[in-house]
């Protein structure tokens, strides 16, 4: 099935976001494509992925949970139509020959190779080069094109990929995340994740519909990944902290919001050291301004730790005494209670339904979500407690642990006010 056309004008367009609630205007998306097709069963455990996926289905399954955001009036962007815009630019072209060719994700190349990869991206359209970047190069599609013999291509296995494949992509929301009218480019802890955000920040930097933008942290900077970051509300951030997200990339993006007047309250949340490779957005994300579903097994574990700046603007951090999870965000929020709606309806299903991301919903308006239709249990609770569940499709989408919320980015959202009738939507 084709993709349909994304719209990637580069018009001005409203952007940014201070809550995970706030109507939807417009989000980021990245297609399943070719470098899902890059899958083996070698190679699909280091790139981070439980199984073999089922690409033509994963892409069936894509373009429904597209649509379905499409049908409430939420503008769609894609990844790679946008790359691709934006390596027509000269500039970027160049930048990203460098730091795919250099460095960390170049240095076992040798200069032969890296010579003739680098013609080759020189020579690329911008559609080729975006496939050469997110599906990757392999060692034989090398080795017959050079004109001498190499030891990297002679000793390398056919299937080793001299650039490797990001089939992480689909899950736009860790490489980026936006806090108001800027955007913070994250810095991914996972070798096999980490060209992601370098994609991410060239777009953001060179196209024209993001011109003038003001980034926040950046892919060399500690590591901060974007579903570990919750807006709870306006001013309010919960950052989970784990093997993803470290106690210094959660320190460093604390001051960068409190020197640009971002936040008031970040909210650093250890995650269990057993579930240290999960995102705070696998066991809890926002349904209404007042309203998580969270997982009940670490529920009543869960803490935080209150940050602060000593005086506004500061970047002087006060780190309160750590609190339960939701007493602290509740104080953090100015709010009684932020009430808890359980995944599953008891601890077997609620174990069975977070594994297949029961807890990581994307929320389109206030009491407004969209879910995996397989957790049939968490979608009755959420509508037992007043919020519409727009079902989706996830067979062959959650084979890389992901849920819809860790396949967006939401570029643009309104500010929290009036709640939003979903029926309106």
Not at 219 to 239: M, N, R, T
Not at 330 to 355: F, N
């Amino acid at each position: 099935m084709a993709a349909p056309s994304p719209t990637t004008d580069s018009s001005p367009a409203p952007r940014g976001a201070d809550s995970e609630v706030g109507r939807l205007r417009s989000v980021l998306l990245h297609r399943p494509g070719p470098e899902l097709q890059r899958l083996t069963p070698r190679n699909n455990d280091r790139l981070l992925f439980d199984g073999i996926p089922w690409v033509a289905r994963a892409q069936e399954e894509h373009d429904a949970f597209a649509e379905a955001l499409r049908s409430r009036d939420v503008e769609v962007l894609y990844l790679t139509e946008l790359l691709t815009e934006t390596l027509e630019v000269p500039a970027a072209r160049a930048a990203v020959t460098d730091t795919t060719l250099t460095g960390t994700s170049g240095r076992d190349l040798g200069d032969p190779v890296r010579a003739y990869l680098r013609s080759m991206f020189d020579d690329a359209s911008p559609e080729e080069l975006t496939y050469l970047l997110t599906a990757g190069v392999r060692n034989d599609e090398v080795r017959s094109g050079l004109s001498t013999g190499t030891l990297v291509t002679s000793l390398l296995p056919d299937e080793t990929f001299l650039v490797a494949p990001l089939p992480n992509l689909l899950f736009t929301r860790d490489s980026s995340f936006w806090l108001r009218d800027r955007v913070a480019i994250t810095s991914l802890a996972m070798p096999a994740r980490r060209r992601e955000t370098q994609l991410t920040e060239l777009i953001y930097h060179f196209h024209p519909r993001f011109s003038g933008v003001g980034r926040l942290h950046g892919h060399h900077l500690e590591h901060v990944e974007g579903g570990d970051v919750l807006l709870l509300g306006p001013g309010v951030i919960a950052v989970g902290v784990g093997e993803r997200t470290t106690p210094a990339g959660a320190e460093r993006l604390a001051r960068q919001v409190f020197a640009a007047g971002l936040a008031s309250t970040v909210l650093a949340v250890p995650i269990a050291q057993e579930r240290a490779t999960m995102h705070l957005d696998t066991v809890c994300t926002m349904v209404d301004v007042d309203k998580v579903v969270m997982y009940p097994n670490i529920a009543d574990t869960l803490t935080a730790y209150a940050v602060t700046p000593r005086e506004p603007g500061s970047t002087e951090l006060v780190v309160a005494d750590p609190e339960p999870f939701l007493v602290a965000a509740a104080k953090a929020m100015q709010i009684d209670t932020l009430h808890r709606i359980d995944t599953g309806l008891d601890p077997v299903t609620a174990e069975r339904e977070q594994w297949d991301d029961g807890n990581n919903t994307l929320a389109l308006a206030p009491r407004l979500t969209v879910a995996y239709e397989r957790n049939d249990g968490t979608n009755a609770r959420l509508e037992e407690e007043g919020i519409e569940v727009i079902r989706i499709a996830g067979s062959e989408l959650g084979s890389g642990r992901g849920g819809p919320r860790c396949m967006s980015c939401p570029v643009s959202r309104d500010a929290v006010g009036e709640r939003v009738d979903s029926d309106t939507l």
